[in-house]
């Protein structure tokens, strides 16, 4: 397992932009498949975008498509969510996430919460109009 810390949630208009930082502790970090999940209140944690170990694949859950841009420095062991034209449902906490395995193929990735074994504290992202 590796241990992660979110940073650079806060206090965003509507239309603005956040970018949001996962540093993973470990010498592993870059054969980890990578994601972020939210979580709003009164719902249930959902996907948001997914990167493989090589950084070559991505997913993006529809409501972020196009908006948000997920990539990784396996140099830095820091994966990033850059968050562009923010809406006020994208209001949420967010958690960076690291596969349970390492030894996947380069281009896999997944948007399940079950295939993902450590967790970050999470970062408060609040969109306001």
């Known amino acids: 397992q590796v241990q992660l810390v979110e940073s650079g949630g806060g206090l965003v208009q509507a239309g603005g932009s956040l970018r949001l930082s996962c540093v993973a502790s470990?010498?592993?970090?870059?054969?980890?498949?990578m994601g972020w999940f939210r979580q709003a209140p009164g719902k249930e944690r959902e996907f948001v975008a997914a990167?493989?170990?090589?950084?070559?694949?991505?997913s993006y859950a529809d409501s972020v498509k196009g908006r948000f841009t997920i990539s990784r420095d396996n140099a830095k062991n820091t994966v990033y969510l850059q968050m562009n034209s923010l809406k006020l449902e994208d209001t949420a906490v967010y958690y960076c996430a690291a596969d349970r395995t390492i030894n996947k193929p380069p281009h896999y990735y997944s948007n399940y919460q079950r295939d993902f074994g450590s967790w970050g504290q999470g970062t408060q992202v609040t969109v306001s109009s």
């Open positions: 470990g010498r592993t970090f870059s054969r980890y498949p």
């Open positions: 990167i493989s170990w090589s950084g070559g694949s991505t």
